[in-house]
């Protein structure tokens, strides 16, 4: 489908984002957020050469409010993109380095007994930051994974019948190694559905490797690498993707291909409603970066397999057959009927 030959037929007769410049109440409209998210890419791409699709899947997740998944063999450049998309952001970051030995709370904090005080008090784990980077995190056990499902669902740690809120923007960027690796345990379902995408690096081609071998010969581009955005921006520029506009056709459109994964007779486990929010949540930001405010059926169609792929469980008989998640997605994207535009 073209893009452009009935996008305004998409649009919101009653735009609530301003097209341009900034919104009444002062807060930035679709042109800085290009701004501030170019400024964003440009610093990641800085570090990582040759994959401008995975940087924009990574922003896009990001101003979604979502959770990235990053799988890869080792040694692609997976935690280089994530601590890049850290670092071009002025925010707390912590990162954890998952292994078998790793203990739930050494995620999500303790409570210790202070001997001065005579009290328990709360020692927060690294959970408590903006963005989090959990590098290779099926390497430790499904119980400490299991840490991270309600911060990244609810926004908030419970730790001894105590909740603690987590700050605005939060976001986990989590690698893996694929499942075949040694030393690797398989995300548990209830996991890989609150990670928003997953998108997978590849090797670069030829060009951008050797032009890696010049710009990281000498020292890590990362050493280089200074903010160009900080939380308060990124909090302001999810305002603005929350108020893209989704038509009633698109929408329906998004229904549709859900429940399209629930009835193939290749999966066994279909995509959740929780999937659905986020296949919009990412297209309205998918949407925001190319500096519209409305969505087009072609954001949930570039979208589809890194959103709900790694939520599909194929059936025995498609495993058999190597067929993987992802072809079916695309399939589906292929066979099912674009929404007609409005008239």
């Excluded at 007769?13 to 957020?33: C, I, T």
């Excluded at 998918?286 to 599909?312: E, G, S, T, W």
Aim: aromatic share 4%; hydrophobic share 40%; proline share 9%.
């Amino acid at each position: 489908m073209a893009v452009g030959t009935h996008g305004e037929s998409y649009a919101n007769p009653h735009p609530p984002v301003p097209p341009h410049g900034a919104s009444r109440n002062g807060a930035p409209g679709l042109e800085g957020l290009a701004q501030v998210a170019a400024k964003i890419r440009d610093a990641v791409e800085s570090v990582i050469e040759g994959k401008p699709t995975a940087v924009r899947l990574a922003l896009t997740v990001l101003l979604a409010e979502g959770h990235l998944l990053i799988e890869d063999v080792p040694g692609v450049g997976k935690t280089m993109l994530a601590k890049a998309l850290a670092r071009s952001i002025r925010c707390s970051v912590r990162r954890v380095q998952f292994t078998p030995d790793l203990l739930p709370s050494d995620i999500t904090g303790v409570s210790a007994y202070n001997q001065e005080l005579r009290e328990f008090e709360f020692k927060p784990g690294p959970v408590f930051a903006n963005i989090l980077v959990g590098d290779e995190v099926n390497r430790a056990s499904p119980k400490t994974q299991s840490a991270l499902l309600e911060c990244m669902e609810e926004r908030q740690v419970t730790v001894d019948g105590t909740t603690y809120r987590l700050e605005s923007p939060f976001m986990v960027i989590a690698t893996q190694n694929p499942v075949e690796m040694e030393g690797t345990y398989p995300l548990p379902e209830a996991q890989r559905d609150r990670f928003t995408a997953r998108i997978s690096m590849g090797y670069p081609d030829p060009a951008a490797e050797l032009e890696m071998l010049d710009v990281h010969g000498q020292s890590s581009p990362l050493d280089r690498l200074t903010p160009v955005a900080d939380a308060a921006d990124v909090r302001a520029l999810v305002e603005v993707v929350r108020r893209v506009h989704v038509a009633p056709s698109v929408r329906q459109y998004a229904i549709d291909l859900i429940t399209a994964t629930r009835r193939h007779p290749d999966l066994r486990l279909g995509a959740s409603p929780r999937a659905t929010l986020q296949l919009v949540r990412a297209a309205r930001a998918y949407a925001a970066l190319d500096d519209r405010d409305y969505v087009l059926p072609d954001d949930l169609q570039a979208l589809a397999v890194p959103v709900l792929a790694h939520r599909l469980l194929p059936t025995a008989e498609a495993q058999l057959e190597r067929r993987l998640p992802e072809q079916v997605v695309a399939d589906l994207v292929n066979r099912l009927p674009v929404p007609a535009p409005r008239r």
